[in-house]
């Protein structure tokens, strides 16, 4: 397996202030591409796509973008998705993929435990 593909799913991840969502609400909501340019995660050159892995560099929900990324086809096999390139994706072995996915679990189960309540 290439070095950078490793060195991108094996990064330690920051310590972020916990995010909270409200009842209901899809982990993309506190995601940092929020708003970004979705060019910049479908771009082909290199800088841009350097600019893309910035920004989720420091997105809360990173894991579980990447879990996303594995498991939906679609959206899998093209652009940056949790900080990785879809050749970076497809490079992956089984056991890295179901670390990606068990972190996301885990990750997406603590946000679901600070949810906030919807008010009505």
């Known amino acids: 397996m290439p070095r950078?593909?490793?060195t991108t799913i094996d990064r330690p991840h920051r310590a972020f202030p916990a995010p909270a969502l409200r009842s209901g609400e899809s982990w993309?909501?506190?995601a940092a591409c929020v708003g970004a340019d979705p060019e910049?995660?479908?771009a082909d050159d290199g800088a841009v796509q350097e600019l893309a892995r910035g920004i989720c560099g420091r997105c809360p929900?990173?894991?579980?973008?990447l879990a996303d990324a594995l498991d939906a086809p679609r959206t899998g096999k093209h652009g940056i998705w949790g900080g990785t390139t879809a050749m970076e994706r497809a490079n992956l072995t089984a056991g890295e993929r179901?670390?990606?996915r068990g972190r996301a679990q885990v990750a997406l189960t603590a946000l679901r435990m600070c949810e906030t309540p919807t008010v009505a």
Do not use: G, K, S
């Open 61 to 65: 929900v990173r894991t579980i973008c």
């Open 40 to 42: 910049a995660f479908y």
């Open 98 to 100: 179901a670390d990606a």
């Open 4 to 6: 950078e593909a490793r």
């Open 28 to 30: 993309r909501v506190l």
